[in-house]
Nanobody
Framework: QAQLVESGGGLVQPGGSLRLSCAASGFTFSSCTMMWYRQAPGKEREWVAGVSSIGGRTSYADSVKGRFTISRDNAKNTVYLQMNSLKPEDTAVYYC?????????WGQGTQVTVSS
């Protein structure tokens, strides 16, 4: 059964860093575009970053560009989100998503809290 499990969230001070991981199983990870979304309390879920299945092309929301880096390790069936220079407005539940012609899966999310 397809599954995405996020980890690495937690409490961090403004300006700090966290690395989120998303471990995939039960589907062909390497065939799927992988993305990170986040949802803050009272707000809509927003797209944060993506990395393509072929070529490893990356893209980012303007709000995180230059601070966050998405990457994937197909040998480990894992996608990462390196988050640097964190701001209080980055506080949210972060979700991993697998997307493609034959992929449509979401993780359960991991909480990231950036204290002030």
């Amino acid at each position: 059964q397809a599954q995405l499990v996020e980890s690495g969230g937690g409490l961090v001070q403004p300006g700090g860093s966290l690395r989120l991981s998303c471990a995939a199983s039960g589907f062909t990870f390497s065939s799927c575009t992988m993305m990170w979304y986040r949802q803050a309390p009272g707000k809509e879920r927003e797209w944060v970053a993506g990395v393509s299945s072929i070529g490893g092309r990356t893209s980012y929301a303007d709000s995180v560009k230059g601070r966050f880096t998405i990457s994937r390790d197909n040998a480990k069936n894992t996608v990462y989100l390196q988050m640097n220079s964190l701001k209080p407005e980055d506080t949210a539940v972060y979700y991993c998503r697998a997307q493609g012609s034959f992929c449509n899966y979401w993780g359960q999310g991991t909480q990231v809290t950036v204290s002030s």
